[in-house]
């Protein structure tokens, strides 16, 4: 998979190059290229942003530089892979979940824009549009000040799916969200810790009982934190609960 970030801040993306990701990136799994929006512009003081229409505060992004950033992110050859999809953090952006980190992890080619300021001028989205497969994306319902951030998360997100990136996939199959519901509680040595045990079921050895215990977990803790997402679940899921007995 090809990963294009652009961003006046590439140094932000840095932590890319370390740990599960940056190994990826040595083993050829991920090809992630972060450029500096920068290197777009034509005047002398390097200018992305300028006052909105409209009035109002803050500055946005001007469309130029973009335009000319995201045409080197085209493959030249017709016979490229597929068109890319370009995910622009945005407050105002569909939200990323699980699943679409599982559908983003299968595309050949990854593009994102990272939007300071107020944003950026919404006429990049519709030339982009012609190119990519354009999604605004958000992570929540807050305000950073840039897609930096969001950017890692994401990248994040996805390349721990993409086949081979994680040594063992069988670490992906049971963790939240993989199944609608939340991670139940971990427990390591020591097993009495600081006047504290672990659920005696766990030292059981008794897997059905403590797969039992661990659905349970699950059920309880989703409900308790996360009433949304029960109202969500897939009949199966709750079937599932059962069967695990
Ligand atoms: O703030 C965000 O993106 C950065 C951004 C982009 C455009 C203008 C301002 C800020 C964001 C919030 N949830 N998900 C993303």
């Not at 672990?198 to 996360?226: C, M, W, Y």
Request: hydrophobic share 40%; aromatic share 6%; glycine share 8%.
């Amino acid at each position: 998979m090809r990963i294009d970030v652009f961003s006046i801040f590439p140094e932000y993306l840095a932590a890319l190059d370390l740990s599960l990701i940056g190994k990826a990136r040595q083993d050829g799994l991920l090809d992630v290229r972060v450029k500096d929006l920068r290197e777009f512009t034509t005047d002398r003081h390097r200018t992305v942003d300028d006052t909105p229409y409209g009035g109002g505060a803050g500055m946005v992004m001007k469309p130029e530089p973009w335009a000319q950033a995201l045409a080197t992110a085209l493959d030249p050859a017709p016979e490229g892979p597929a068109r890319p999809t370009l995910i622009v953090p945005s407050p105002a952006g569909e939200v990323f979940t699980q699943k679409t980190a599982y559908e983003l992890a299968g595309a050949g080619h990854l593009v994102f824009a990272c939007g300071r300021y107020e944003g950026i001028d919404e006429r990049v989205l519709e030339w982009a549009g012609e190119h990519f497969t354009v999604r605004p994306m958000s992570l929540g319902d807050y305000v950073l000040n840039g897609g930096e951030v969001a950017v890692l998360a994401m990248v994040e997100a996805i390349g721990r799916l993409v086949p081979g990136v994680v040594g063992n996939p069988e670490s992906l199959v049971e963790e939240s969200h993989s199944d609608g519901l939340l991670e139940y509680p971990v427990y390591t040595k020591p097993s009495q810790w600081r006047e504290r045990p672990i659920p005696e079921v766990l030292l059981s050895g008794n897997h059905a009982k403590i797969a039992r215990f661990r659905r349970d977990e699950q059920l309880r803790r989703t409900s308790e934190r996360r009433p949304d997402l029960i109202a969500k679940l897939d009949p199966s899921t709750l079937d599932k609960a059962d069967k695990a007995t």
